[in-house]
C-alpha cells in the first residue's frame, strides 16, 4: 500500500466518524508511525508501506474513530514552540493559554522572580514562562500525582531543574513562602455542563482538571483567597478563567482586595484570562 492510499483510507474512517479533521489527523497519525514529519510523506506519497507500519497505523486511527485527541495518541503537543510530553492524566495545553505566558514574559522579562504555579497539569505554563525568565524560579504544585509525574519529565526534556521544583502538593500545604507571581489554570467547568463538552474533552481529559463545582468557581475562590496571605504586597495574580465568568470573577477578586490589571481575550474576544495585583 502506497501512502497517498493510507492517508485516503484513515480519512474516510475518521469522516465516517464525523471527525472535522479527518485528512489532516490521518497525515498527522502516519507521520507518527513512519517517525517523519509531515511534509516529507507529503512529497512521497507513492511510497510503499511495509504490512505492520499499515497495521500499526490503524490501530491509531481506530483510536482517534473513538473520539481520543490526537494530543493523546501522539503523546506530545506544542505549546510555546516546545513539545510537552502529555497523557491522559493531564489537561491538553491549550493555544489560548499562551496568550496569558506572553503577557506575563512581557511583564516581568526584566526582573527576578518566584512563581507558584496552581494546578500545574503537565507544567507546560511555568516551564514556558521560566524559559524566557532566566532568572527567576518556581514551584509547581498538583494534587494529582499522575500529573506531578508528567510535569516531571516535562521538566527533564526542558532542562530547567535548575529553575523548578514540581511537587504533589494541595493549595492548604503551602504557607511560609511570599511569591511574586502565581499563575493558574484551575478547573472552572460547571459540573453540570462537563455532559454537555465534545466526547474528545468529556471521555478522555481528567474530570479532575475540569469540574470547577456547582457553579464553575470553586477551585478559582480557593486560589483567590489562598493568593491573599502568600502573595507579597503588589504580587500578582493571574487567572485563566471560563467564558462568561468575568463579571463574577472581578467582584471576588475586588472583595479580596486585588486590583485588576490585564484583562486577556481569546481568538473569540471573550475574556479568559484576568491579571490582577494584591493592594495594602
Same mark, same amino acid.
Given at each position: ?8 483510507? $484513515?480519512?474516510?474512517? !475518521?469522516? +465516517?466518524?464525523? %471527525? ?24 512521497? !506519497? ?14 491509531? %486511527?481506530?483510536?482517534?474513530?473513538? *473520539? ?17 510530553? @502529555?497523557? =491522559? ?11 496569558? @505566558?506572553?503577557?506575563? @514574559? &512581557?511583564?516581568? =522579562? ?19 514562562? !521560566? ?6 524560579? $518556581? %514551584? $509547581? ?10 510535569? &516531571? ?5 526542558? =532542562? !530547567? ?14 504557607? +511560609? ?25 468529556? =471521555? ?11 457553579? $464553575?468557581?470553586? @477551585?478559582? &475562590?480557593?486560589?483567590?483567597?489562598? #493568593?491573599? #496571605?502568600?502573595?507579597?504586597? *503588589? ?18 477578586? &475586588? ?6 490589571? /490585564?484583562?486577556?481575550?481569546? /481568538? ?13
Amino acid at each position: 500500500m502506497e501512502i497517498l492510499e493510507l492517508i485516503n483510507s $484513515g480519512s474516510q474512517q !475518521l469522516k +465516517r466518524k464525523n %471527525i472535522y479533521s479527518h485528512k489532516l489527523d490521518s497525515e498527522i497519525l502516519l507521520s507518527k508511525v513512519l517517525k517523519k514529519r509531515r511534509e516529507e510523506l507529503l512529497i512521497n !506519497l507513492s511510497q510503499k508501506i511495509k504490512t505492520e507500519k499499515i497495521i500499526e497505523f490503524h490501530r491509531l %486511527i481506530k483510536r482517534r474513530s473513538f *473520539k481520543e485527541p490526537i494530543a493523546y495518541i501522539l503523546e506530545e503537543k506544542e505549546f510555546w514552540s516546545k513539545n510537552f510530553i @502529555v497523557n =491522559k492524566n493531564a489537561l491538553i495545553p491549550r493555544p489560548e493559554t499562551e496568550l496569558m @505566558v506572553e503577557k506575563i @514574559v &512581557k511583564i516581568f =522579562k526584566t526582573k527576578d522572580i518566584f512563581i507558584l504555579d496552581i494546578g500545574t497539569g503537565t507544567g507546560c505554563i511555568l516551564l514556558s514562562i !521560566l524559559s524566557e525568565l532566566k532568572n527567576s524560579k $518556581g %514551584i $509547581g504544585i498538583d494534587i494529582s500525582q499522575k500529573a506531578i509525574q508528567i510535569a &516531571k519529565q516535562n521538566l527533564k526534556k526542558h =532542562k !530547567l531543574s535548575h529553575q523548578i521544583k514540581f511537587l504533589r502538593k494541595s493549595l492548604t500545604q503551602i504557607y +511560609r513562602q511570599k511569591f511574586d507571581l502565581i499563575v493558574s489554570n484551575p478547573p472552572y467547568i460547571i459540573r453540570k455542563d462537563i455532559r454537555n463538552l465534545d466526547d474528545d474533552i468529556k =471521555k478522555f481529559e481528567p474530570k479532575l482538571a475540569l469540574d470547577g463545582g456547582n457553579d $464553575g468557581l470553586d @477551585v478559582i &475562590k480557593k486560589v483567590i483567597y489562598k #493568593s491573599k #496571605s502568600i502573595l507579597r504586597i *503588589k504580587g500578582m495574580l493571574a487567572l485563566e478563567i471560563g467564558n462568561e465568568q468575568f463579571k463574577k470573577v472581578s467582584k471576588i477578586l &475586588k472583595r479580596n482586595k486585588f486590583r485588576i490589571r /490585564y484583562l486577556i481575550k481569546d /481568538y473569540r474576544k471573550n475574556i479568559r484570562c484576568v491579571l490582577s495585583t494584591l493592594e495594602n
